[in-house]
């Protein structure tokens, strides 16, 4: 939270918890549902209760997600304009949940009752630490001290710039939820190849190739960074993955010797975007030229 405003978000940002607190970022949870007495919730804190989540998924455990209910925007938002807080939110592409159209139909209401208070929502047209990328220098701008519609302006600008390459270890889950189209899935399956994934300008899920192997999709990630990245060395790169830990290192280490940059920062991906891609899934996130 910064002097007049606060910037809140959802938990599929993928932001590690010390980068949350440094910031006192407001984060909204989405839930999963896995069949058992009590749906869960992503807190955002994604620590080993996470790394058995996908441990379950490869045992068969079904898993179906919900997005952050208009309520909940209206309770917390209210608080701080009722605290004299504006608020910017930025969540979760509105192509992949209801989470962001549920949060632009809280704002309209709020409005109405405090007219006085500045309210933005921001689709960053992103996933994991893709939408991560934009909060956390969403709040690198607000420490410099930068008001509310500037910070607003800054992430719109952004949003276009925010690259997401990702791949997953099977397209089935992908597939369940509707994310991609089951005809490439099939394909992909029956080759035995690994997919290279990337969000588009809408922030759809887009399957732009194939390839053959995890080794060299891992590389194909790194690949597609060193083609699209602008200024990568005082870039934070941002890496996520669903239970395979070592694969993200690897991948962090092939753009530090390679790159350079800033800082990596690598995270597990959320539940409820992994009970999407399934265990295995692993990705880059950086400011490049275009997505």
Request: net charge neutral; proline share 4%; aromatic share 8%.
């Amino acid at each position: 939270m910064a002097d007049g405003f606060v910037l809140m978000t959802d938990s599929c940002c993928d932001l590690p918890s010390e980068i949350i607190k440094k910031w006192n970022l407001t984060v909204l949870p989405l839930s999963v549902n896995t069949g058992r007495p009590n749906p869960g919730v992503d807190s955002g804190e994604h620590d080993l209760e996470t790394l058995q989540f996908y441990r379950d998924l490869r045992k068969g455990m079904m898993a179906f997600t919900s997005a952050v209910d208009k309520e909940v925007f209206l309770k917390k938002m209210g608080s701080f304009l009722e605290a004299g807080k504006d608020v910017l939110y930025i969540g979760f592409s509105s192509v992949l949940s209801a989470t962001y159209k549920n949060a632009c139909a809280a704002c309209e209401e709020l409005r109405r009752l405090y007219p006085a208070r500045a309210i933005r929502c921001i689709d960053s047209k992103s996933a994991s630490m893709g939408e991560g990328q934009l909060v956390y220098l969403a709040a690198k701008q607000m420490e410099k001290g930068y008001c509310l519609a500037d910070v607003a302006a800054y992430v719109g600008d952004l949003v276009p710039h925010i690259c997401h390459w990702f791949t997953v270890d099977t397209l089935r889950f992908l597939k369940r939820g509707g994310r991609i189209n089951a005809t490439i899935a099939a394909a992909a399956s029956a080759l035995h190849m690994m997919p290279l994934i990337h969000v588009d300008d809408e922030g759809h899920l887009v399957n732009t190739e194939k390839v053959r192997g995890r080794s060299a999709v891992i590389k194909a990630l790194f690949e597609k960074l060193k083609e699209t990245a602008t200024n990568i060395q005082s870039q934070t790169v941002m890496i996520s993955h669903a239970d395979c830990y070592p694969d993200a290192v690897d991948l962090a280490s092939m753009i530090q010797a390679a790159c350079h940059p800033q800082e990596i920062i690598i995270n597990a991906v959320n539940p409820v975007i992994g009970a999407h891609a399934g265990p295995g899934a692993l990705g880059v996130f950086f400011v490049g030229t275009k997505r």
